[in-house]
């Protein structure tokens, strides 16, 4: 097994009579982006939190890196780079000003602070903003500053609070991007998001948490099969259907079909596609295409969430 970067036994936050998050036990290991999806007030921030060691659990532990989020908050810490849903800047700072102030706390060198920022800061398109003051900073320009603090001492562990929340297409996509080149064997990543085009798109596995439970985990292809059913096949022909019906295999589970379309559940399409194809061969059907239909992650979170057998269907 690979070593878990993350780990938590049962993490549980009360605020007073609200559970907040209510006995979560994660694993993210080394290489590993986790999403964590939920509605609003689900228990997200309040997780990660709590694996940033800013908030103490009630209930249960976080290990991060191997060390307590109670007992080693220092030496965790070090570990996380925390991009947060609220992030204060110092309006009166200078962006080089801010990141060296952090560099500091995270013990770099002067050195090192100047060439990471740069790199950073040109990665995000932020190098022309260093005349000004953070305060005249637009949001999504705080969230790229934000994130480059988070980045700056190579943490193993990223907590991302809707890292793409206020930014215009182009830099969210070159978020996402550097999301993706970060992933690495040393590092894991947690990031809550909204966005769940963003979660598929980066997450090795997803858990969505509801009330402050995870009710869901599992990788997006896995939450499909098991919420969606099997994967769904498309044949498209030239000719009408009806003439090449029986030439079918037998096995054949149709869902739906059309004048010259049909679709049908395949648990094995490596095994069923091919003999549909040879069968519509010998059938003498002109074949137009034949794919799997694409079922997206908002199928799986409204199931999962809104979904049945929630007799108040509120989230
Ligand atoms: N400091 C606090 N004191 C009291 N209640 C809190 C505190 N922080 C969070 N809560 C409550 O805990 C619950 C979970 O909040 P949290 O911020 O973790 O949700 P979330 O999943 O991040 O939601 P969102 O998607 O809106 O960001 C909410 O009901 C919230 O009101
Ligand atoms: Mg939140």
């Known amino acids: 097994m690979k070593m878990a970067l993350i780990e938590t036994h049962e993490l549980t936050k009360h605020f007073g009579d609200l559970v907040a998050v209510d006995n979560v036990s994660l ?7 986790l999403a964590l999806l939920g509605p609003n007030g689900a228990g997200k921030t309040t997780t990660i939190r709590m694996l940033a060691s800013i908030l103490q659990p009630t209930r249960g532990r976080a290990l991060i890196n191997g060390f307590d ?9 070090r570990s996380v780079g925390f991009l947060t849903e609220h992030h204060g800047l110092y309006t009166r700072m200078r962006q ?24 950073l800061l040109d990665r995000f398109g932020l190098s022309e903003a260093s005349d000004l003051r953070l305060g005249q900073f637009s949001k999504g320009m705080r969230q790229k500053l934000a994130l480059v603090r988070a980045l700056l001492h190579d943490p193993a562990v990223l907590l991302l609070d809707e890292p793409t929340s206020a930014m215009d297409p182009a830099s969210a996509h070159l978020v996402r991007e550097s999301i993706r080149n970060l992933r690495s064997s040393k590092r894991a990543i ?73 679709r049908y559940r395949a648990s094995n399409p490596d095994r069923v596609n091919p003999k549909v ?35 108040e269907g509120q989230p």
């Open 96 to 119: 080089m000003e801010y990141l060296e102030f952090f560099g500091r706390t995270h013990d770099l060198t002067a050195a090192v602070i100047e060439q990471r920022t740069t790199d």
């Open 190 to 262: 947690v990031v809550c998001t909204h966005n769940l085009y963003e979660a598929e798109d980066l997450a090795d596995s997803i858990a969505i948490i509801r009330r402050g439970r995870i009710i869901a985990h599992d990788t997006p292809e896995m939450l499909k099969r098991q919420l969606l059913g099997e994967p769904i096949m498309e044949l498209r022909l030239v000719d009408r259907l009806d003439g090449v019906l029986k030439y079918l295999p037998s096995e054949l589970e149709p869902v739906e079909m059309g004048e010259n379309w049909l």
């Open 27 to 33: 694993r993210v290991e080394a290489g590993e982006v």
């Open 69 to 77: 989020t109670v007992k080693e908050p220092i030496q965790v810490r």
């Open 277 to 311: 194809l040879n069968a519509m061969t010998q059938a003498g059907a002109r074949v137009i295409t034949l794919s799997e239909v694409e079922r997206s992650l908002e199928d799986v979170y409204l199931q999962v969430v809104h979904g049945k057998g929630d007799p």
